[in-house]
């Protein structure tokens, strides 16, 4: 798990809101306060579904709700705080780790936890586990990725 305190947040929050930055990721918690607090439980109902068009994920996919935050957040001003939960979908781990020495059936999630305290912004990665397992190697893979794909979008950042 690093942490990464980001240095642009505006062109951040562009990126996030308003492009294809994070469609490779699902919401599985969003709080966002404004002049309200809003909060959304990414976790998919089956029920809502039919058998015969089932949902693909166990949480909503980010680019559906993206509309819906950038929404709430634009404006004059900041947001109070917000903080997102997102996890890598479950194809694009598979291909993270398909050159890798990792079993990747133990792995749940890779997380991102995306936090405004009303001054400064956050990524902080995290992989949850299905099982106790003491090779953290996924971790170490997920980092280093996350770290890429920031610096490759030109997301200017400080490790902490």
């Not at 995290?126 to 170490?140: E, L, P, Q």
Request: charged residues 30%; negative net charge.
């Amino acid at each position: 798990m690093i942490s990464f305190q980001i240095t642009s947040l505006k062109g951040f929050m562009a990126g996030m809101l308003t492009s294809d930055l994070f469609d490779d990721f699902l919401l599985e918690e969003a709080t966002i306060e404004t002049l309200n607090t809003f909060s959304m439980d990414g976790h998919i109902n089956r029920e809502f579904f039919s058998a015969e068009e089932p949902y693909p994920y166990d949480f909503r996919a980010f680019d559906q709700v993206k509309g819906l935050f950038f929404d709430l957040i634009k404006g004059k001003r900041t947001p109070l705080s917000f903080k997102f939960v997102l996890t890598y979908k479950p194809e694009k781990c598979e291909e993270l780790f398909a050159d890798k020495d990792v079993d990747f059936g133990f792995i749940k999630d890779l997380v991102l936890c995306v936090k405004f305290d009303g001054t400064f912004a956050s990524v902080t990665t995290g992989t949850s586990y299905n099982t106790f397992v003491m090779d953290k190697t996924a971790d170490r893979i997920w980092d280093e990725y996350v770290r890429v794909f920031l610096f490759e979008q030109g997301i200017h950042y400080e490790e902490m």
